[in-house]
């Protein structure tokens, strides 16, 4: 549990409307997943992936999983463990997990020089994400790709410096589905903030290996249909102590 600043700083770059910087009170103390859902532990829950990589492996992020069984994911798993304490995280939940108790774009890591690739020691994103399993995405003409490189993906999850409180990938890899409807922040000063009561589209946050940097700042904020699927899109469970 904690208060932090969720949004983004008017000064960053790529700075977005709906990103306005207000406090957000967390009451509640969880737990987030170390690493984003993986194939492997899909199919103990679900039973058949329904990943587009087929070829990445059984530690890879599940992707191509809509909001809705996302949530059917959770469901089982609370059957199956007979709890009701799992649950996909809000978006303050996410956001401040992300940042970690940092204040920048992206959680920094210790070493970087200035002119070095910040995102690079710490998320697959678009300029890093080549693979060498069949079945990439084809990513020849790619801004920023490395020379050679012709297909691109998701990697396994945790091969990337976790950040500061030991969570791997919250940028980067595939992004990942939150509890919440989609719309403009609340007034500042809130408490255990969890989105309007309904809406269209819901959020996704971290950006994924298709994504640029502007993207995948701890700030930026996405959203979907709750029963689309996208293949640089997966998520990550929280449980309530």
Request: aromatic share 12%.
């Amino acid at each position: 549990a904690g208060t932090f600043t969720m949004g983004t700083p008017g000064d960053e770059f790529y700075l977005v409307d709906d990103e306005i910087q207000h406090q957000v009170a967390l009451s509640r103390p969880f737990y987030m997943q170390t690493t984003e859902v993986t194939t492997a532990q899909w199919k103990l829950i679900m039973k058949a992936a329904p990943s587009y990589f087929k070829h990445c492996g059984q530690i890879c992020p599940v992707e191509m999983v809509s909001w809705n069984e996302a949530a059917e994911f959770v469901r089982r798993l609370n059957l199956l463990e007979k709890t009701n304490k799992y649950r996909l995280p809000t978006e303050a939940e996410w956001e401040y997990a992300c940042r970690a108790g940092t204040t920048s774009a992206f959680y920094l890591v210790p070493g970087l020089g200035p002119d070095d690739d910040p995102l690079n020691p710490i998320a697959w994103y678009a300029d890093n994400s080549c693979v060498d399993y069949p079945g990439g995405e084809d990513c020849f003409d790619w801004a920023g790709k490395q020379p050679g490189c012709k297909g691109c993906g998701p990697h396994p999850v945790a091969r990337k410096q976790a950040n500061p409180w030991g969570l791997y990938d919250m940028i980067g890899n595939v992004a990942e589905w939150c509890q919440d409807w989609y719309d403009q922040y609340p007034p500042p000063g809130v408490t255990d903030p969890a989105g309007p009561a309904k809406g269209l589209n819901k959020v996704f946050r971290g950006g994924g290996w298709i994504d640029s940097p502007e993207r995948c700042r701890a700030g930026a904020r996405d959203s979907f249909s709750p029963g689309g699927r996208g293949f640089a899109i997966g998520f990550r469970v929280v449980k309530d102590l």
